[in-house]
């Protein structure tokens, strides 16, 4: 028992200096700033403050927020919330300050990652030095480093190996503590990420949709070990284990989402949609933009031919093509089973459906053919007819599941290697090192880009925040992850950690539309989105005289109002604080280029 803690524990430690390698120089700036440019990554240091505050200072479910979208409030039955991660931030915050517990949270993720692969891989009788090949391959993959910039609820890709490993388990053994296990993990990858728990769902009825089909065609089974339905009482009890537990665990975030669905609010993606967020093909062969040696060439080349945006891109690698090569080869050898071939067919589907509903080569999904226009279908629009696919707005994403079969498909090979050929002696005991090596170059990430997170010392003046309740940013913005309105910059979302109150603006990643434009037809408030269109500030020009804007600010419910003459420019800023005078509105703090005002008392 203390040796296997043991091993655990140099195992975990040996992920966890490889996540802080892949991420360098974070690890000297876990107080202060985050991973990725300015942007997304914000929104999930507000995720962890909006989690606590809800349930610790509110008491209120977390999944409706009244915080943003004042008055009214927003939904995050759609949002990247990653509640078990803000969860689990929780007790760190005691410890540690939010920024460093984000952090630490973040490199937990590359160990459960890592650590759920060597099961996976055990699971399917890998030996623990092949093993690590496929580990590295898929938890330092291009999809996981590049959603480190910004997509934490991607990069926290951890609950996919547990999950098929358990997927894996019960098919083999048929045993209730598989199926209980496998609905823990299954509802815990719900909390986390909707689009996990959808892949999750999809993998398992692959595997034992395959069953199905083989229990149906024969009468005799008795001899396929490791195949459902041998017997069907207790499958459907075995299921229904599975199921109990998986909605015992996931309600919390369930429940909210099938509200929203069936309230209208759900926000299915059509064909263009998704087809927009889908693999580029001549991707596949491209690193991504982190790597610090070839990254920038590729990165024009992408764009150069239509490539533009992190959804479009999927590169494999070189030592996963490599070593699908020898796979090959050593399969016509007779020196590698089926296994392989099943893992390299599924890569093979989950590449294909990640490619969308249309072929896209080099940015482009239409091709003349003798004169005519066309778009080739592909199999994910057979997707579609799944329950709940029309919500998944990003085929790309399904890419995943092609590096985690890759990852298995490629250990096999590694494991052949050293079975077929122990009299090469030294050359195979420097195999697996030498090819982590080279995946880790190949996928290397360092220096990674970070943000300062700091919050400036303007919000530290809590005093002057202290009778507030609504306030509004200007400039102002909506945003959700495929629309903006205004002008928001997430900064100000994470500013509210600070100052603790509502706000009008906010970015959510599914808003319906309706909810934006709720605030744009007020008097005045298009100022408020862009003031730099109407300086100098006048009624005529705003179609609002400072008359009709105080009513929309008292519509609101806002009694407090940040100008940021840091964004907006110093005549820009005038302007507005001219106007804001005239509203009869009072500056009762200035400092780090922005300036609180509050209602002046008659």
Known sequence: MKKSLLKYLITSLFLAFLAIVMTWPLVLHLNTHIPGGWGDNIIFVWNNWWVKYALLDLGKHPFHCPYLFAPNGVSLAFHTLTLLTSLLTIPLGYLAEPIASF??????????????????????????KSAWIGTLI??????????STGHFNLAAVWPLPWAIALILRLRERQDYQSALWLGLVWGLALLNELQYAFFIGLFALVVFGRDLLIN???????????TMFKNWPKSILLFTSLGGTFFLVAWPGLLPVLNQIRAGASQPANLAAQNAYSLDILSLFAPDRLHPVWGRFFANARTKIGIWGVENIGYLGIVNMFLLGIGFWLHRKSKLDRKFLNWTALALVWLVLAW????????????????????????FIILRALPFSS?????????????????????????AL??????????????????????????????????DARLPSFYQEKQA??????????PVGWRSGSLMVGNLQTAMQHYQTAHQKKLIGGYISRVPAEMMHYYTHRPGMAGFMEPWRFAPWEANQLNASPQQAAQTLADLGIDGIVVHADLLGQETARYVEEFLTRMGWKKILEKDNKSLYTKQTN
């Open 356 to 379: 969308g509903p249309f072929l896209t080569i080099g940015g482009q999904s239409s091709f003349t053919i003798f004169g005519q226009t066309l778009k080739l279908p592909l199999p």
């Open 103 to 128: 952090n630490m949270m973040f490199l937990l993720g590359f160990v459960a990652s890592g650590l759920g692969m060597l099961f996976l891989l055990k699971t399917i009788k890998i030996s623990p």
């Open 391 to 415: 919500l998944f707005r990003t085929p790309n994403r399904l890419i995943v599941l092609t590096y985690l079969c890759l990852a298995v498909a490629n250990s096999l090979v590694v494991e």
């Open 216 to 226: 149906l065609g024969k009468r005799d089974l008795s001899s396929d070990r490791g």
């Open 138 to 147: 898929f938890c330092f993959s291009p999809y996981v480093m590049v959603r």
């Open 418 to 451: 050293l079975t077929h050929f122990p009299d090469q002696g030294r050359k195979v005991k420097a195999l697996v090192p030498l090819l982590g090596i080279v995946i880790l170059f190949d996928f290397f990430t360092a220096p990674f880009p970070l943000s």
């Open 465 to 474: 925040f202290e009778n507030i309740q609504t306030i509004l940013d200007i």
